[in-house]
């Protein structure tokens, strides 16, 4: 007798023919990986050679581990990483599990555009996830252009700027500075205005924008002082001793790093406190915080689009499982939240175009949207900016920050706003 068979005619071989044939007519939760994987064929989703096989998927993370900005960017470095990490759980995307390159930009730029030729072109990732400043942002973009890269951007920041191969999903300049300033005119009456920031890209452009829109295009007031300081500056008294003599209705602040934990304890050495002076900054989140001291940020302001204290189902959810991964004392900013964000999104994006190669994942962005969002429902615009809600966020003495205003509307990303270039 002998014991060869047409393992193509076997019960099990027909049944899984069968749930092939079906896919394309389902939705792709809950069917297995590996048939997600033959109905799409490496050679079919793959025809740049990207790093992918018929079970895995290469991204790069391009964040600083290190150095003055690493207060600010592990929080994205874990969001990314959970939001991964789940992803894999269901199944991967397209069948294929993500497989995670990790670079440290080490708060350098030039290391952030070395770093990002390598994952692109050495690793060649369908993808990255990174950058947080946008000295960073600046630095790569050349790299990922040329090399047809397509990187998830998490932060919020000044908007003028719009790019192929950038998914922003942080806030730009309508929807965080002239907003937060809108609302500060309103709320706290605010009239003058001293405008103080680190010094590079970010701050420098936000302020042209925030003096813009004070002193001109939205006539609140005037700005009596404004002032920045290099990365890493822990010395602040001079710019304190200017702050006392100009008297402003508002600080206008965007410090950023680890400048963040010296800067507001000597404001408070100084006693220039929230229960006497409005404080608005663009740059100070959950993440911050946990060097800050809600001891030194109490009665300030932020202006960002999410904060861990919102109250719905998704950011719950949300919440409870970043603390059950990286433990029950991790806080969630802003720009962790949008962190999370990117690699649903590409997800999203990577399965309605049915391949990983950029130009074709790039096409089929417009459009999605995200109603699992931790923030809330949103959506990517055609210029690759997400409709989001402004909020502005009072600083608790432990730390945290309750909601004080919120947009009634998602706003449509506007990286281009007429009045302000």
């Known amino acids: 007798m002998s014991n060869d068979r047409d393992e193509s005619s076997s019960p099990q071989s027909n ?6 044939q079906g896919i394309a007519a389902l939705p792709m939760a809950g069917i297995p990986a590996w048939a997600l994987a033959q109905q799409f064929p490496t050679a079919k ?6 790093a992918i096989t018929d079970t895995e998927v290469t991204v790069g993370q391009l964040h600083s581990a290190t150095g003055t900005m690493a207060i600010s960017e592990t929080g994205s470095i874990q969001a990314e990483q959970l939001a991964i990490d789940q992803i894999n759980a ?6 294929r599990k993500i497989k995670v390159i990790k670079e440290d930009g080490a708060s350098d730029w030039p290391t952030f555009a070395e770093k990002s030729k390598k994952l692109l072109v050495n690793d060649k990732v369908a993808a990255v996830f990174g950058c947080w400043t946008s000295a960073s942002r600046k630095a790569v973009l050349p790299v990922f252009e040329k090399e047809n890269g397509l990187l998830y951007y998490p932060t919020f920041y000044e908007g003028l700027e719009q790019s192929k191969n950038v998914i922003y999903t942080g806030q730009e300049a309508t929807q965080q500075i002239i907003w937060g300033l809108d609302w500060g005119a309103k709320e706290k009456k605010a009239k003058t205005y001293f405008l103080v920031g680190s010094d590079y890209i970010w701050p420098r452009t936000s302020m042209k924008i925030a003096r813009k829109h004070i002193e001109t295009v939205g006539k609140l007031g005037k700005v009596v002082g404004e002032e920045y300081y290099p990365l890493g500056n822990t010395n602040f008294n001079s710019l ?10 508002c600080i206008f602040c965007a410090v950023v790093g680890g400048s963040n934990v010296a800067f507001y304890k000597q404001l408070k050495a100084a006693g220039i406190t929230g229960d006497k002076q409005f404080l608005l900054t663009l740059s100070v989140t959950e993440d911050e915080m ?3 001291g809600g001891e030194n940020f109490a009665g300030f302001y932020s202006s960002m689009k ?14 409870a499982a970043f603390k059950a991964k990286y433990g029950p004392a991790s806080v969630i900013g802003d720009v962790t939240q949008a962190g999370y964000l990117g690699p649903w ?10 391949s990983f190669d950029v130009d074709k994942v790039v ?8 109603k699992t969002a931790p923030e809330g429902y949103v959506k990517l615009d055609e210029n690759h900016h997400l409709w989001s809600k402004a909020r502005i966020g009072q600083g608790q003495p432990d730390a945290t920050f309750k909601v004080v205003a919120e947009s009634p509307e998602l706003i449509k990303p506007d990286p281009f706003p007429k009045g302000y270039q």
């Open 45 to 50: 989703i793959n025809t740049t050679k990207l």
């Open 90 to 95: 269901m199944g991967g995307i397209l069948g």
């Open 290 to 292: 946990t060097g800050v």
């Open 363 to 370: 096409a089929a962005s417009p459009g999605i949207e995200l």
């Open 306 to 319: 999410y904060f861990q204290s919102l109250d719905n189902d998704n950011n719950k959810k949300f919440v």
């Open 240 to 249: 304190i001793n200017k702050i006392k003599v100009a008297k402003p209705d």
């Open 15 to 20: 049944q899984r023919r069968r749930l092939i």
């Open 345 to 354: 999104l590409w997800k999203a994006a990577v399965e309605k175009a049915g």
